[in-house]
């Protein structure tokens, strides 16, 4: 689902050329066409998430999909940018929107030992298909132009796309089961899974700081995803050439999802997210520095690499923090913080790159943009800290009041 539905989403940098050049259009403009849709496909799961866990999640995956093939093939039939912004802004960001908070919600209820390897493995899809789906997406508009692409992709999201959200499985307890393969609860608590309602979870201090922290991060997480290949183009690298530093950052991308993941489950979520944001705003500083093919193309794997990590550890730090009562509702508002920050960032940079000529102070900014996350990711982690410390001390306090108590009646 992930490799669908991102894969399609992620091939917007090949078009982009081909988009500026057919409808005279500045880069900032045709860049706002994948703001909007990242806007949706993160916004949208405060609608989606909520209906997946009353519908289910097979559902609103099959609409998804049903949605960005739509939007992809209406999207090779536009006279005008505008009805670029419809046919993809709306197609491929509603789709995208309405399957992605659901698929992630469901994965958590299945898994609890490694839970964090689990969503890493689930989201590795996002990985592979910006590995696969630029560089195909650039052969058909070679052989085909960018509308008949556009037409062959949207065939792709439908049937492949639908056939696999007919697998989804909403939650182990639809098959008797229990999480890890463990027995299942008893009806009454299986009735009445553990964790916060949304109202509690989005006014705690916890999901204040992760709210802000992705807020601030995604100002830049999505830049290079849009400006990376006109960037390379601009510094002389061929078009076969440019297109691959995407399947890089795909490659980094799953990585950072099979191996960071695991890793979270060993070092503490809190603190693998400090590392993901703060080699984010590494990586962007190598981007900076770097005009051949080479030094981009190591910039976009420890870039995906890192973007990779933060991507499959939210989902599973939320359910650390609030539970699964809620998951797939509590994403979603959480994801809407992605959202104002993909519908600024990569328009913005577009427009700074029309005016300056030069992308450097988009880089720069989202390398500082990823640096402040990561000293809010910080602050949680000493939080986290400061709380298991004082529960632990209590937990001592009573057992040793208990035993005093116990000798004085003895």
């Known amino acids: 689902m992930t490799f669908v539905g991102f894969g399609s989403a992620y091939t917007f940098s090949a078009f982009l050329e081909s988009l500026q050049k057919d409808f005279g259009a500045s880069r900032g403009s045709v860049s706002l066409v994948f703001s909007l849709a990242g806007f949706l496909y993160f916004g949208l799961g405060v609608l989606s998430g909520p209906l997946a866990d009353r519908w289910g999640s097979r559902r609103l995956a099959v609409a998804g999909m049903v949605l960005v093939g739509v939007g992809l093939a209406l999207a090779s039939q536009a006279q005008s940018l505008a009805q670029i912004y419809l046919a993809y802004g709306l197609g491929v960001g509603l789709g995208?929107?309405?399957?992605?908070?659901?698929?992630?919600?469901?994965?958590?209820?299945?898994?609890?030992?490694?839970?964090?390897?689990?969503?890493?493995?689930?989201?590795?899809?996002i990985g592979v298909g910006t590995l696969v789906m630029p560089p195909l997406a650039s052969f058909l508009i070679a052989a085909l132009g960018w509308r008949h692409a556009y037409l062959a992709l949207g065939g792709l999201a439908v049937v492949l796309g639908v056939g696999l959200a007919l697998l989804?499985?909403?939650?182990?307890?639809?098959?008797?089961?229990?999480?890890?393969?463990?027995?299942?609860?008893?009806q009454s608590a299986a009735a009445a899974p553990a964790g916060f309602t949304v109202r509690d979870a989005v006014r705690s201090r916890r999901f204040a700081g992760l709210y802000a922290a992705c807020l601030i991060s995604s100002f830049g997480l999505f830049v290079p995803f849009v400006h990376l290949v006109p960037y390379a183009l601009d510094h002389g690298v061929p078009s076969t050439s440019a297109v691959l530093l995407l399947g890089a950052i795909g490659v980094g991308s799953t990585a950072g999802r099979f191996f960071l993941g695991g890793l979270a489950d060993r070092m503490g979520r809190v603190r693998t997210m400090l590392l993901m944001s703060t080699g984010m705003a590494l990586s962007l500083l190598v981007w900076a520095a770097s005009n051949g093919f080479w030094g981009l193309a190591v910039f976009a794997f420890f870039y995906g690499a890192f973007y990779g990590g933060f991507v499959a550890l939210l989902p599973a730090l939320v359910m650390d923090y609030f539970g699964g009562r809620n998951i797939s509702a509590i994403i979603g508002v959480l994801y809407t913080s992605v959202a104002f920050g993909t519908l600024v960032g990569p328009a913005a940079a577009g427009f700074a790159f029309d005016i300056s000529r030069s992308y450097m102070l988009p880089i720069l900014f989202s390398a500082g943009a990823n640096l402040v996350a990561a000293g809010i990711m910080s602050a949680m982690s000493r939080m986290d800290a400061s709380s298991a410390k004082q529960a632990n001390t209590a937990a001592l306090r009573g057992t040793v009041g208990h035993d005093s108590t116990h000798a004085r009646r003895t």
């Open 168 to 186: 989804i499985e909403n939650d182990p307890k639809d098959r008797g089961l229990g999480p890890d393969d463990d027995p299942p609860q008893p």
């Open 96 to 125: 995208v929107g309405a399957s992605y908070v659901p698929v992630l919600g469901a994965v958590q209820r299945w898994f609890v030992k490694r839970r964090g390897f689990a969503s890493g493995l689930a989201v590795s899809g």
